[in-house]
């Protein structure tokens, strides 16, 4: 069997310019994505889908309170990122965020009093565009470079959020 780690560094340019840090933090994001997915979108019966919508309705729908001390300091990361001077960024333009869902994200970056669910719903909504741009080729594109902080706070929100849904 070949090496997916080995393979990634012989055959995709600047994977071996990423450190270790960089690599896990990478890998292990589709990893607590999916268990995301399928705790809050796959409950009921339902096929586990975290559209925009769908991630909306399951933090609207939970019985526990999702104050945070991470989803605080991740707050701060992509507001930081996102928004300067309460103007989309750059970075913000790329991540293509929805027409219906940017007004939201922005209230749940911007707003110093912005309740936990609307904090929690925007960062999902971040990290779900994360996700998208993840799978879809475009980190791939620039080998993921400068990523980490993304990762790393995508990874923390997630890994903070999914105990909120309970086992299934």
Not at 59 to 68: K, R, Y
Not at 113 to 129: K, S, T
Request: glycine share 6%; aromatic share 12%.
């Amino acid at each position: 069997m070949a090496d997916p780690a080995r393979w990634l560094n012989q055959n995709f340019s600047g994977w071996s310019n990423l450190t270790a840090q960089e690599k896990r933090a990478i890998r292990d994001f589709p990893v607590l994505w999916s268990i995301f997915e399928l705790r809050a979108t796959g409950r009921n019966g339902q096929r586990p889908n975290a559209t925009p919508q769908r991630i909306c309705q399951a933090v609207d729908g939970l019985e526990a309170d999702p104050t945070s001390e991470v989803f605080h300091q991740a707050k701060i990361y992509f507001a930081n990122r996102y928004f300067h001077a309460s103007q989309p960024t750059y970075a913000f333009n790329h991540l293509q965020v929805h027409q219906d869902h940017r007004n939201r994200v922005r209230d749940a970056l911007l707003d110093e009093n912005a309740g936990a669910n609307v904090v929690l719903i925007g960062l999902l909504l971040v990290i779900n565009r994360l996700r998208n741009n993840f799978l879809h080729g475009e980190k791939a594109a620039y080998a993921f470079s400068g990523q980490l902080n993304n990762f790393r706070y995508a990874n923390a929100v997630l890994m903070s959020a999914i105990p909120l849904w309970g086992e299934l």
